[in-house]
């Protein structure tokens, strides 16, 4: 069955550096997604991605976040200046419907 | 403003008992309504959902129940399994914008 795939599993970075969080979505899939969950919070929706652009964006996707996707297959999240309070698991999904296909998500943790 | 509530932050079932896990929404103009099922450290994975049409929908072991009249949707596992202890969020889908609105989530315990 085909899966959502997201690299590092993860990632220890010091507060103000970039991060690049990266996601292979289902190839036929048409929207794309990211989310996060803080340990022991819900999940929070971060933004939503469609024929090439931002569709929607929740007031979390501040500057600091952008999304991409570069080559037809990576979706990727960048975080341009990491705070503490952005460690946090971060899941990319994606669907052709209703139905979002989430990945296994990024542990990231900013020390 | 939460549009969508899981009251139960947890519940425990002895196994081969029936589990029921809870969720209130707000907007009436939800399309679908979705079951989550989380383990620590994994992403959330996709376990049945229902259409705002239909009022319940069954696979296996799982069942939803929706009632539109209260706003109310209910996951049933029956038989209850260790297996299954997880959190599980309940979801729904707001077509208008493709977006998921998600509750907070219930963590299930089953004990042998």
């Known amino acids: 069955e085909p899966e959502v795939t997201q690299t590092p599993s993860h990632q220890v970075t010091q507060m103000g550096q970039e991060v690049i969080l990266r996601c292979v979505p289902i190839?036929?899939?048409?929207?794309f997604y990211w989310y996060r969950q803080i340990l022991g919070q819900k999940v929070e929706f971060l933004v939503s991605?469609?024929?090439?652009?931002?569709?929607?964006k929740s007031e979390i996707f501040d500057d600091q976040f952008s999304v991409e996707r570069p080559d037809g297959s990576n979706f990727t999240l960048k975080i341009r200046s990491t705070k503490l309070e952005d460690s946090a698991m971060y899941f990319c999904?994606?669907?052709?419907?209703?139905?979002?296909?989430f990945g296994p998500g990024t542990r990231l943790t900013v020390t | 403003d939460q549009q969508v509530k899981q009251n139960s932050p947890s519940l425990s079932v002895q196994e081969g008992r029936i589990s029921i896990l809870n969720c209130d929404y707000t907007?009436?103009?939800?399309?679908?309504f979705l079951w989550y099922k989380k383990y620590p450290a994994e992403g959330p994975t996709f376990l049945i959902s229902?259409?705002?049409i239909k009022d319940k929908n069954e696979d296996g072991r799982f069942t939803v129940f929706l009632n539109k009249s209260a706003k109310h949707l209910s996951l049933h596992i029956v038989p209850s399994q260790p297996g299954d202890s997880a959190v599980y969020f309940c979801?729904?889908?707001?077509?208008?914008?493709?977006?998921?609105?998600w509750g907070l989530g219930t963590s299930l315990a089953v004990n042998p």
């Open positions: 991605f469609y024929n090439n652009e931002i569709s929607e």
């Open positions: 907007n009436s103009m939800f399309d679908y």
């Open positions: 229902i259409s705002s």
């Open positions: 190839s036929n899939h048409l929207y």
């Open positions: 999904a994606s669907t052709r419907d209703s139905h979002q296909y």
């Open positions: 979801a729904a889908y707001d077509g208008n914008n493709r977006k998921l609105i």
